[in-house]
């Protein structure tokens, strides 16, 4: 059965990172999508375990949503 996929847009280190762990604690396959998400891979560094993989998108950009869920998709 393959896993099921959490999109979280809009990641930053308050709820969107909470969300993105929570989500990656219960074994999903987590997508965490920000503007500029090299700034988000400092968070990974306190809990290494999760397998969180980063995307950029601005979710206030269509094409950009799209490129993200095309990009998931293959």
Same mark, same amino acid.
């Given at each position: 059965m393959p896993h099921e996929i959490a999109v979280? /847009?809009? /990641?930053?280190?308050?709820?969107?990172?909470?969300?993105?762990?929570? !989500?990656? +604690?219960?074994?999903?396959?987590?997508?965490?999508a920000a503007r500029k998400p090299d700034k988000l891979v400092s968070l990974t560094r306190?809990?290494?375990?999760? +397998?969180?993989? !980063?995307?950029a998108c601005d979710a206030a950009q269509p094409q950009q949503v799209s490129?993200? !869920?095309e990009a998931i998709a293959s």
């Open positions: 979280v /847009v809009g /990641v930053g280190p308050g709820l969107g990172w909470a969300l993105a762990k929570r !989500f990656a +604690d219960s074994h999903m396959q987590v997508v965490a306190a809990e290494p375990k999760l +397998d969180v993989r !980063f995307e490129r993200l !869920f």
